[in-house]
T-cell receptor
Framework: AQKITQTQPGMFVQEKEAVTLDCTYDTSDPSYGLFWYKQPSSGEMIFLIY??????QNATEGRYSLNFQKARKSANLVISASQLGDSAMYFCAMREGQKFGIQGAQKLVFGQGTRLTINP | EAGVVQSPRYKIIEKKQPVAFWCNPI?????LYWYRQNLGQGPELLIRYENEEAVDDSQLPKDRFSAERLKGVDSTLKIQPAELGDSAVYLC????????????FGQGTRLTVV
């Protein structure tokens, strides 16, 4: 079963607008972490933001924020005031916790990604 | 501090030939991952190490792929023999192992099998 689902293969946004990239996840583990990565055309994976399952507040890092809705199992990335340099692939990922012992711990699973294009 | 180092960056080989990829993780990181990323898709886990132990290799095609992590530091991923469908980017990542810490990725090795 797919653990991480990103339903938007591609997004096109005007520069300076805000954009929301969707991510839903599936887990029965009460302890998990959610990550967003950016992958520009150069290929490197750049960590953006982290949200823990027990965190009471939504994570924020500069222009990035995470809209975490635990009951809906969604962890959408919001980029405010988009810039041309934000054009890239964006991946949502999940690491499940200690419930299943070492075999489950630390496993980091990625979604299929969303290609974001910022238009001038 | 140096990041995750992978080599080579690019490799072109003929089908049925062997190929090996090398990864040096960030110092002190116990967890090491090898991922395969096909064009336009997300990374897919091949194998995960905790120190020198391979704790998750369920996605590794064991008939042709092998991996090792000697002394719990550097790691090598090998394909023998390579097939056309193995063309992809092979990513190595490492992390300190805590649930709330991100994985750091290397630049990847782009493999083309012709």
């Amino acid at each position: 079963a797919q653990k991480i689902t990103q339903t938007q293969p591609g997004m096109f946004v005007q520069e300076k607008e805000a954009v929301t990239l969707d991510c839903t996840y599936d887990t029965s583990d009460p302890s998990y972490g959610l990550f967003w990565y950016k992958q520009p055309s150069s290929g490197e994976m750049i960590f953006l933001i982290y949200q823990g399952s027990y965190d009471q507040q939504n994570a924020t890092e500069g222009r990035y924020s995470l809209n975490f809705q635990k009951a809906r199992k969604s962890a959408n990335l919001v980029i405010s005031a988009s810039q041309l340099g934000d054009s890239a692939m964006y991946f949502c990922a999940m690491r499940e916790g200690q419930k299943f012992g070492i075999q489950g711990a630390q496993k980091l699973v990625f979604g299929q990604g969303t290609r974001l294009t910022i238009n001038p | 501090e140096a990041g995750v180092v992978q080599s080579p960056r690019y490799k072109i080989i003929e089908k049925k030939q062997p190929v090996a990829f090398w990864c040096n993780p960030i110092s002190g990181h116990n967890t090491l991952y090898w991922y395969r990323q096909n064009l336009g898709q997300g990374p897919e886990l091949l194998i995960r190490y905790e120190n020198e132990e391979a704790v998750d290799d369920s996605q590794l095609p064991k008939d042709r792929f092998s991996a090792e992590r000697l002394k719990g530091v550097d790691s090598t991923l090998k394909i023998q023999p390579a097939e056309l469908g193995d063309s992809a980017v092979y990513l190595c990542a490492s992390s300190s192992g805590r649930i709330n810490t991100e994985a750091f990725f290397g630049q990847g090795t782009r493999l083309t099998v012709v």
